[in-house]
């Protein structure tokens, strides 16, 4: 097969036939990257919600002492923020 034998194989008029000789499959399809998305969703806004309850608290606690503490809540603070780059864990 040459690479224009694949590129007619994936083009969209390839895919609107295949669900139009099977829409069930169709269906299918769209109804799990549906599920797939909203459970995607969900979690990523789960995520956001505790970072920044956590980045509140961390926060509030900067303003509310002072010396060596303050200094253990801005590193405390700061691993959270580093906590976002995905390769890098303490």
């Given amino acids: 097969m040459n690479y224009k034998q694949i590129a007619a194989e994936f083009s969209m ?8 000789a099977q829409p069930m499959i169709g269906l299918l399809g769209f ?15 789960q ?15 900067i303003s ?13 603070r700061r691993e959270l923020w580093l906590s976002l780059i995905p390769f890098l864990r303490h």
């Fill in 13 to 20: 008029d390839s895919v609107k036939q295949a669900f139009q």
């Fill in 31 to 45: 109804v799990v990257v549906g599920i797939v998305f909203f459970f995607l969703l969900f979690g990523f806004v």
């Fill in 64 to 76: 509310r002492t002072d010396g060596e503490e303050q200094r253990y809540y801005i590193h405390c």
């Fill in 47 to 61: 995520f956001i919600a505790g970072f920044s309850d956590e980045l509140r608290y961390l926060n509030h606690e």
